[in-house]
């Protein structure tokens, strides 16, 4: 900003530029109002920025993709230069995608470089939204954020999926297969949902097409709609930080914008695009050409979906045989319903999840302050129940690959992680709830005694005693910067009388509180003082 | 307790507590030491490592426009040949390249032209509550209460309801219009191509089998008779695809109404599961199963195709065969049932 008003004085290009601007879209005042805002530095906070510069890399590769591909199911007879489907029938869709990875240069990398963001895209979001529910930055005033969030990742498990589906080769085809089976099995509307969506019977020349449309157009407008929302917000919140000393609820401690934010965000942008580029340039992904176009009768052993919808299909693994049910003369596919159940269940708990800790929590104060995951155990451990759910769904898409690798029993296998989809998330929660407590109890005992210096000394008498060094204070309040709190006892309202509600919330909040540690008083830290002059 | 820790955020105007709900602030709790003193780095203290810095970033920069350059050149140098495939590999690798080393050039230079040489002070700003001032939210009220009373929104009652009425109808013709994306699925799920005397023929061929030509635990992967020429080839093989294999005879466990539907032990199961519809393609010869590679529903062929494991819950329909007076196999009818994956309108 000095540099704009000092070039405005002198004259010149810029500084014409600058006037020229800022008296037609008042550039002036938003500069000043954005030039110096203060970003917190943290390398989790980079991944939401990965997951960003991922989607404009989708919105760059794709667009050059539109220019070649053609979204249609009209059969051809392939003659272009891939030797071994010569003559094959197939779809123009796939004929078309054939010839961006063979017969226009650059083609097949920027397929690559597409999938790839694609994959990153996903991966980059869900470990933004793991951050941020680690570390409590979804709590007042940012649930709404959190909803905002949750349906971008979706947006992009639902741009994931079209996009995978439209070279029509043997893998979409039969991804596409499942997603029918899938929503044949609805009560009442399913088979006539699945006409709707593919224009008539599976496979049909409708839904490559269609696939497309909401493709290219309808999700990556919603995304960008989505992304504008969130960074918004972002804007309005500021951003949160790490606790620590300075670090507070009323104030944000970082680095300001301009220069040194526009730097390193911008440079992070290549440096993004510069790896999915590197890997697509290196690594083949989805070679299409290997199988050929979609046919309904072969499918090749251990085939995987992109690992974002491992998890569904993961799912739809391990339901329990002989699930379907008559009732009167129609038929309840619960084999199929219970997978979308339990998924759909858990994405609405995900969701949720803000509001409910609100409310446990009763908690109406604004929070800017982040959390160490430690200091949060019960959510900390609830999170890592869900990872732990979530991650046994995933390997339940891959029981046949695990089975043949480990040279073991698929039987077997699927009815472990069936069993592991149960305990596992049990085991996850006790676990990390423990280590929680302890890293916290070990906080405490740093913080009162100082840190173990690995030094022996022997005393005069005989005795080894360890030197322990103590903390200088800013490194000392890093640990001892986190609120504690209490459960909450199920209480009489105004007309005495103790309400299910108010049962319910006791129990959640003992849940949650029962087991605490708190942080160091000042009072704790001079008496352990006190106590090491005497020793 | 908690009911007044230094926590407690007040707003900046208008005295706004907040409920800390649960929280406690001991009221001895450490005392913030402030911001921590900024470290200096080499680039500050001396012209020599900052100068250093700058040839790097400088280096970075040209590295950048070397390697598009490289890119460039790599367009025309490594074209697509279309006697070797192998030329796609090459343009690929190199263009790619080219291209990375001119991303990462800009984004690594301006990021440690930033962290080396742009001031790494921390700042503090301060951060006001998201709501509004007492007299931000007094105005809003006025405002909603003005547009209010000059629209006569509340008072006139008519006009609002008719208004949420028009609302609530002007998008069903919107949603009607979807209507002609596909056509009532009515009885087309319920029924395949296979006829009475339809040939069982090779996929993807369509060349006729002779009973004699299925040896003892082979697998032939059939289609029937007509397919290939058929308007909706891809449709009627998603629902007519069958698996045909040959097993001794004496161990097929056949019920009283389907003892007629094998031939001296060549049996034909549709190949579409009945979970979501892949293909079960894998057939293992010593234990008899069928194994569909999507979700490892496993059917016993000995058994009528029963399901013994995995999220399948019905056998694979039978498709009752026998031979014509050439030997050929052809089908005795249609499937006795629907193909494929469940849905509602399928009866038993």
């Known amino acids: 900003m000095s540099t704009a008003t000092a070039n405005k004085k002198k004259g010149g290009f810029l500084a014409g530029t600058a006037n020229y601007l800022d008296e037609r879209v008042g550039v002036a005042g938003i500069l000043k109002e954005f030039g110096r805002k203060v970003f917190p530095d943290h390398w989790s906070f980079m991944l939401g920025e990965v997951a960003l510069y991922s989607f404009l890399v989708l919105l760059l590769s794709g667009t050059f993709l539109t220019f070649f591909f053609q979204p249609s199911m009209v059969p051809v007879v392939y003659d272009g230069v ?20 063979f017969e226009v240069r650059g083609g097949l990398l920027m397929r690559q470089v597409h999938h ?5 895209f996903v991966a980059a979001a869900g470990l933004h939204m793991l951050r941020v529910f680690f570390t409590g930055a979804f709590r007042k005033p940012r649930e709404i954020n959190w909803v905002v969030g949750f349906v971008l990742f979706i947006l992009g498990m639902a741009g994931g999926f079209t996009g995978y589906s439209l070279p029509d080769d043997l893998l979409s085809g039969n991804g596409l297969r499942i997603i029918d089976g899938m929503i044949k099995g609805i009560p009442f509307i399913g088979a006539y949902t699945s006409s709707l969506l593919f224009g008539g019977e599976f496979p049909g020349e409708a839904i490559v097409g269609r696939l497309y449309s909401l493709h290219i157009m309808l999700i990556p407008a919603l995304i960008l709609v989505f992304v504008a929302v969130h960074l918004f917000m972002v804007v309005i919140h500021k951003h949160t930080h790490y606790s620590g000393p300075g670090r507070r609820d009323d104030n944000v401690v970082g680095y300001p914008l301009m220069p040194v934010y526009v730097a390193k965000a911008g440079g992070f942008f290549f440096i993004v695009f510069g790896v999915i580029m590197l890997v697509a340039a290196t690594f083949t992904i989805n070679p299409v050409w290997s199988y050929g176009g979609y046919d309904p009768s072969p499918v090749s052993a251990g085939t995987q979906p992109d690992w974002y919808i491992g998890w569904l299909d993961g799912a739809l693994r391990l339901a329990p045989t002989h699930l379907e049910f008559m009732v009167g003369n129609n038929t309840l596919s619960m084999n199929i319903l219970l997978p979308m159940i339990v998924g759909i269940g858990f994405l609405v708990v995900v969701a949720l999840y803000p509001f409910i800790e609100a409310w446990v929590t009763g908690d109406k104060r604004e929070h800017h302050v982040l959390d160490r995951p430690r ?16 991650a046994v769904l995933w390997a339940g898409a891959s029981t046949d690959l695990i089975a043949t690798q480990f040279k073991m029993s698929l039987n077997q296998v699927l009815t472990s992680i069936q069993i592991l989809l149960i305990i596992g998330p049990i085991l996850a929660y006790i676990i990390t709830k423990r280590t929680c407590l302890s890293l916290q109890r070990k906080d405490r005992e740093i913080v009162l005694h100082g840190r173990e210096s690995g030094r022996i000394i022997r005393m005069p008498n005989g005795e080894y005693v360890e030197v322990h060094e103590p903390m200088n204070e800013y490194d000392l309040y890093k640990l001892v910067d986190f609120k504690s709190y209490q459960p909450m006892l199920a209480r009489p309202n105004d007309k005495g009388v103790i309400t299910i509600r108010s049962r319910i919330r006791a129990k959640l909040s003992s849940f949650f509180f029962e087991e605490r540690v708190q942080p160091v008083t000042a009072t704790e830290l001079e008496a352990a003082h006190d106590h090491k002059e005497i020793h | 307790m908690s009911s007044k820790g230094k926590d407690l955020v007040v707003a900046q105007e208008g005295e706004h507590e907040y409920a800390t709900g649960l929280a406690v602030v001991a009221p001895d709790a450490i005392k913030d030491p402030g911001l921590e003193p900024h470290r200096v780095r080499m680039t500050d203290k001396s012209e020599k490592h900052a100068k250093n810095a700058e040839r790097q970033v400088t280096a970075m920069f040209l590295a950048s426009i070397v390697g598009s350059a490289f890119a460039l050149w790599a367009y025309f140098a490594f074209p697509l040949s279309e006697s070797d495939l192998g030329t796609v590999r090459s343009n690929t690798l190199f263009l790619g390249l080219g291209i990375t080393l001119g991303l990462f050039g800009i984004g690594i230079g301006a990021v440690h032209w930033a962290k080396t040489l742009m001031p790494d002070a921390e700042v503090s700003e301060a951060r006001h509550q998201t709501r509004g001032s007492e007299e ?19 008072r006139r009652k008519l006009i609002r ?3 949420y009425g028009a609302l609530a109808f002007f998008p069903l013709p919107g949603i009607i219009l979807f209507a002609d994306l596909g056509p009532n699925p009515a009885d087309s799920l319920k029924h395949t191509m296979w006829r009475k005397g339809t040939r069982l023929t090779r996929d993807p061929y369509g060349t006729p089998i002779k009973a004699t030509d299925v040896t003892l635990g082979s697998v032939f992967h059939v289609i029937p008779e007509g397919l290939n020429e058929s308007d909706h080839k891809l449709e009627e093989k998603a629902k007519a695809a069958v698996l045909l294999v040959r097993v001794e005879p004496e161990i097929l466990k056949e019920s009283d109404e389907r003892k007629g539907w094998s031939y001296d032990g060549i049996v034909a199961y549709s190949k579409i599961c009945t979970h979501v519809g892949c293909p079960v393609a894998l057939y293992e010869q010593h234990t008899h199963h ?46 006795n049932e629907p193909v494929g994956p469940s849905f509602w309108e399928r009866k038993a």
């Open chain 1, 116 to 120: 790839w963001s694609a994959l990153l």
């Open chain 1, 82 to 101: 891939y030797g071994p489907l010569k003559g094959a029938e197939m779809s123009i869709a796939y004929s078309s995608t054939l010839d961006i990875s």
């Open chain 2, 161 to 163: 309801r008719t208004l």
């Open chain 2, 136 to 154: 931000t939210r007094a105005r809003a009220i006025e405002i909603i209460d003005l547009a209010n009373q000059e629209s006569g929104f509340s």
């Open chain 2, 290 to 335: 069928l194994l569909c590679p999507c979700h490892q529903s496993t059917f016993d062929l000995t058994n009528a195709c029963a399901v013994v494991f995995g999220p399948a819950s019905r056998p694979l329909p039978q498709l009752p065969i026998t031979v014509d007076a050439e030997g050929y196999l052809v089908a005795q009818s249609d499937f």
């Open chain 1, 375 to 390: 200091n949060a155990p019960t959510r900390t451990a609830i999170g890592a129940a869900g990872v732990t759910f979530y």
